[in-house]
């Protein structure tokens, strides 16, 4: 039989920017995958403004820690030798790698160029708030310290649509690059007008040069580091049309199993299920809309109906292509797009996205490891491993729910022939102490079941007719499976 897959996003905002992160990686890689984990999304591998930025902030796509380019020859997380034994000591272990490309925008530009724009309203992109002047603008890159190296392609104003700084008067603003065809892209999010533009110099993906280097990229990057699929970043300010002909292309280059998961940041499910229409479902979505149903949960408490959990939400209406994810880089505290699950509910969350059929789930590493930086968080590996071992060994089977009382819900999964002992009953309350009388199967009758998060110490027996009453504390999460000493 087929095991469960699970994703970890293999970083936090705050990691030390020593260089160490790749080494890591590869020293854990084995560990990772005796508990259940079987594909890890690691951050941005190109070179970026400096050593210790995170990759968001993307120089050179071609230099993965090879070139003495911005003063380091490494990235933030290490040297292209050290990242290629990575990716070999995931795949050694039957780990999968998807790499996080980010292709909105690029930044330290090698030179200025003198060219035209036209300020815009920083709320509103389509309305003008200036006659077209001249600009000095950070948009030529050369990349002199890989002279040509994978790639002669160099960068000019005319390859970019906006930009946000003029070191000529050294004032900030959203500058739109005006040319011949040139204009914001069309087919992104609506959002202030047009969202195309985000930060730094933005790609214009209405150039045609600008695709072919884009795809031809991508193409290179995939068959260099033979990794198995690609995180696209902030994909609501990329054209649609394109992000399109890029899947379209590299699953025809490296085949149909390489993989694609999409942050389209949107809170509504609405544009979430438009947005995998226009890419013919080619890619999979993280369930944003469910992260922000579980961070209201945590903040709302008892207050909170947790039978309307999965309402709004991706999972629900298209769980084959639903991430589902607690929390992440961006969503951590102090980040851009801050909405921390509490801790108290956690452990419920992960439990709601790990031990259901429904999803493709993604444990954060700083859930996971912790957080660092100047307000550090503590991991919950302890729980974390728990929830991992019971989707890996018990989680599997039919799915029935008890969603039925709104501080208390439950569900079980009936458990595999093929799996000695799977199976599982999961109870969650928001609330007060609660009950679930639930079935789990006649097969089961007689079996001494256990809640393996240790919460509670009762011993459960299954009647004759394959049902047990399961209890939990209040504000909890327990999950009863049979006991392997039983």
């Not at 390859?159 to 004032?171: R, S």
């Not at 892209?185 to 933005?202: C, P, R």
Request: proline share 4%.
């Amino acid at each position: 039989m087929e095991r469960n897959n699970t994703i970890m996003q293999f970083f936090e905002w705050h990691l030390e920017p020593d260089g160490s992160h790749w080494r890591r990686l590869k020293e854990k890689a084995p560990e990772l995958r005796e508990k259940g984990i079987t594909s890890v999304w690691i951050p941005p591998v190109t070179k970026a403004i400096t050593a210790e930025d995170t990759g968001y902030a993307p120089y050179d796509l071609y230099d993965l820690g090879e070139f003495k380019q911005k003063d380091t020859v490494r990235t933030k997380y290490g040297t292209r030798q050290e990242l290629e034994e990575a990716i070999s000591a995931c795949h050694n272990v039957g780990i999968k790698v998807y790499i996080d490309v980010v292709m909105n925008h690029k930044a330290g530009a090698d030179k200025t160029e003198v060219f035209k724009v036209i300020e815009v309203d920083q709320e509103n992109r389509t309305e003008e708030i200036s006659e077209p002047f001249d600009i000095e603008g950070w948009t030529s890159f050369t990349f002199p310290g890989r002279k040509g190296k994978y790639s002669s392609f160099q960068w000019n104003f005319k390859h970019f649509n906006g930009t946000d700084y003029d070191e000529k008067t050294g004032n900030f603003g959203v500058f739109k690059i005006l040319g011949d065809h040139k204009d914001w892209n069309d087919h992104v999010d609506e959002e202030f007008g047009n969202y195309d533009y985000l930060m730094f110099a933005n790609i214009d993906y209405d150039h045609p040069d600008v695709k072919k280097e884009m795809i031809s990229w991508g193409k290179w990057l995939a068959d260099t580091l033979n990794c198995d699929g690609y995180r696209l970043d902030a994909i609501k300010h990329i054209n649609h049309h394109f992000i399109s002909e890029f899947v379209e292309e590299m699953l025809k280059h490296r085949g149909d199993d390489f993989y694609f998961i999409g942050e389209f940041w949107k809170h509504e499910l609405i544009p979430n299920q438009i947005y995998l229409d226009h890419v013919n479902y080619n890619i999979d979505l993280f369930d944003v809309p469910l992260h922000y149903r579980l961070h209201q949960a945590s903040n709302e408490g008892r207050d909170f109906d947790l039978t309307n959990i999965f309402e709004g939400t991706l999972v629900n209406s298209h769980p084959d292509h639903a991430v589902t994810f607690v929390d992440n880089h961006d969503s951590q505290p102090h980040e851009a797009l801050e909405s921390w699950i509490q801790d108290w509910f956690k452990p419920s969350a992960y439990a709601l996205i790990l031990l259901r059929k429904e999803g493709n789930p993604c444990v954060f590493y700083g859930d996971y490891f912790g957080i660092g930086g100047p307000v550090p968080v503590d991991g919950k590996k302890e729980i974390l491993d728990i929830l991992l071992s019971v989707r890996y060994e018990k989680a599997y089977g039919e799915q029935i729910d008890y969603f039925d009382h709104p501080n208390t819900i439950g569900w079980v999964r009936l458990g595999d022939n093929d799996l000695e002992n799977s199976g599982c009953a999961v109870v969650i309350s928001n609330g007060d102490e609660g009950e679930k009388r639930m079935y789990v199967g006649e097969s089961k009758a007689g079996e001494i079941w256990k809640d393996v998060t240790n919460s509670r110490e009762e011993e459960i027996v299954i009647d004759e007719k394959g049902f047990a009453t399961f209890p939990v504390h209040g504000g909890s999460v327990s999950v009863w499976a049979c006991s392997p000493d039983e």
